[in-house]
């Protein structure tokens, strides 16, 4: 996960076996999202479409078109950390390049893909991120996880990866190229372009360009934790020697965590450390996590439950759930609902106290010793999500690669004020969203996650989120 990386070099002449982006689309299917929902569609792009896809757009650029993405990619008002890292990073970028402002015309292979003979139109709903007033930022969110998912993957599989997020801004340029291929109803978020580096280069160890990253003390709060953690700093624990690719198929969400067992403070940090190397537009790395454990995450779950015991709900601050799921979105989000409350545990659906009861474990952490509060600032626009997104799954998987279980908790996130109330301002500041819970521990009785689910809950096929404009003849 250290070694992903942007890649400008890619191999024209290498063709990418079709079996190999047929498995990196499979294992998008255990990405989780919003109630199931799973609202991607990826386009993938080969051969003459692809060839006339480029031609299109480096005409676009080659006429002085800048276009304009169909959702905001980067706040209008950033907060001082993001405006130094996009300032970073843009300098690096350019730096790396050897482009200067006044050298526009150096940047024209971005437009032919850098040559790679593959490319992924990651593309999301236009129902809930562009009609609805305001967007749907939960979805946002699923579009990062879904973006840093094929990213892992490909780069698993010895593929060099470019994350296009420019070339959202001219969807007019995909619509017309790959027509129906191209969900009416569907809008581009970001391109992928894969291929195989350039003389033979192993993308796993040794990155061509690996910008700087915001330290793990720029974004983490360590305030609600006891200070003996705190002072500890051995770990006995080895990382998977699993691949991504099998991380990713295998990562589900454990709801059986052992309580007294102490995540190693430098696990953490080692896991928080590899999340932060996700793609993020312009470089902005958005997030900040607070780390809840001892007697703060005690105190933290017995207010979260008493307040859920009283019968309150609460609501998330930022916008989580649309109310246009496409139809498939909608089937995705029903599935799971029966899977989870009527075959696994025999609630049916006006069983509205049963229900309760299974949801009031989230309140407890599912017993982890270790709660992050996964935050956004409030000046957070829909690329800012995806941003946050992406980060989040990184850190599922990066657990997932040491063993750890746990789970995103949106259900914590309803609480955003109690959270304020028991642990203070600095812990959950006023200016921030409060995007998920992620609680993290040792799964029960000695089971290891990455040989034994806790629980799958079956997914869309790959069929229904993935389109294929290629070539007939494609192997």
């Known amino acids: 996960?250290?070694?992903?990386?942007?890649?400008?070099?890619?191999?024209?002449?290498?063709?990418?076996?079709?079996?190999?982006?047929?498995?990196?689309?499979?294992?998008?299917?255990?990405?989780?999202?919003?109630?199931?929902?799973?609202?991607?569609?990826?386009?993938?792009?080969q051969g003459e479409k692809r060839n006339q896809l480029a031609k299109k757009l480096l005409e676009q650029f080659d006429a002085g078109e800048m276009g304009a993405a169909e959702y905001e990619q980067l706040p209008k008002t950033m907060i001082p950390r993001m405006s130094k890292a996009v300032e970073l990073f843009e300098k690096e970028y350019f730096e790396h390049l050897g482009i200067s402002a006044d050298q526009r015309s150096k940047f024209r292979s971005n437009f032919e893909f850098w040559s790679a003979p593959l490319h992924l139109a990651v593309c999301a709903p236009s129902g809930p991120c562009l009609k609805e007033d305001p967007p749907v930022d939960g979805v946002f969110l699923d579009m990062g996880s879904a973006i840093t998912a094929l990213s892992m993957c490909a780069h698993d599989r010895g593929l060099a990866v470019h994350c296009h997020w420019q070339l959202a801004r001219f969807g007019s340029v995909y619509r017309e190229v790959l027509g129906s291929d191209l969900p009416e109803d569907h809008f581009v978020v970001a391109g992928l372009s894969l291929g195989f580096p350039i003389g033979s280069r192993a993308v796993q160890t040794s990155p061509e360009f690996l910008p700087t990253r915001l330290t793990v003390d720029e974004t983490t709060r360590w305030l609600n934790c006891d200070a003996a953690w705190l002072a500890e700093s051995k770990v006995e624990v080895e990382a998977s020697s699993h691949g991504l690719m099998h991380l990713v198929q295998s990562r589900h969400c454990s709801h059986t965590l052992e309580t007294g067992r102490a995540v190693p403070k430098e696990l953490l940090r080692d896991v928080l450390s590899a999340a932060r190397n996700v793609f993020s537009i312009g470089g902005a790395q958005p997030w900040s996590v607070t780390v809840i454990q001892g007697a703060a995450r005690d105190r933290l779950s017995e207010a979260m439950l008493?307040?859920?015991?009283?019968?309150?709900?609460?609501?998330?601050?930022?916008?989580?759930?649309?109310?246009?799921?496409?139809?498939?979105?909608?089937?995705?989000?029903?599935?799971?609902?029966?899977?989870?409350?009527?075959q696994r545990h025999g609630l049916q659906?006006?069983?509205?106290?049963?229900?309760?009861?299974?949801?009031?474990?989230?309140?407890?952490?599912?017993?982890?010793?270790?709660?992050?509060?996964?935050?956004?600032?409030?000046?957070?626009?829909?690329?800012?999500?995806?941003?946050?997104?992406?980060?989040?799954?990184?850190?599922?998987?990066?657990?997932?690669?040491?063993?750890?279980?746990?789970?995103?908790?949106?259900?914590?996130?309803?609480?955003?004020?109690?959270?304020?109330?028991?642990?203070?301002?600095?812990?959950?500041?006023?200016?921030?969203?409060?995007?998920?819970?992620?609680?993290?521990?040792?799964?029960?009785?000695?089971?290891?996650?990455?040989?034994?689910?806790?629980?799958?809950?079956?997914?869309?096929?790959?069929?229904?989120?993935?389109?294929?404009?290629?070539?007939?003849?494609?192997?």
């Not at 890649?7 to 255990?30: N, T, Y």
């Not at 999202?33 to 386009?43: D, G, M």
């Open 306 to 342: 008493a307040y859920f015991d009283a019968g309150n709900n609460g609501a998330q601050t930022y916008k989580k759930y649309s109310t246009q799921n496409t139809e498939r979105m909608q089937k995705g989000k029903d599935m799971y609902g029966f899977e989870l409350y009527e």
């Open 349 to 475: 659906r006006d069983d509205a106290e049963g229900r309760r009861a299974k949801y009031r474990p989230n309140y407890q952490f599912w017993g982890a010793p270790v709660l992050l509060l996964l935050n956004a600032p409030k000046t957070s626009s829909a690329g800012t999500f995806i941003d946050v997104g992406s980060y989040m799954y990184a850190i599922l998987v990066a657990m997932h690669a040491y063993g750890l279980g746990g789970k995103p908790l949106g259900s914590v996130a309803k609480f955003t004020e109690l959270c304020r109330e028991v642990l203070g301002p600095e812990a959950m500041p006023e200016d921030e969203h409060l995007v998920c819970g992620i609680c993290i521990g040792w799964p029960s009785e000695g089971r290891d996650p990455r040989e034994t689910p806790d629980w799958f809950p079956s997914r869309l096929s790959s069929d229904e989120t993935t389109r294929w404009a290629v070539d007939a003849d494609w192997a």
């Open 1 to 45: 996960m250290c070694t992903q990386h942007e890649s400008f070099h890619f191999d024209a002449s290498a063709a990418v076996p079709k079996k190999v982006i047929q498995e990196v689309v499979e294992a998008l299917r255990s990405v989780p999202s919003s109630a199931n929902t799973q609202p991607w569609t990826i386009v993938v792009v």
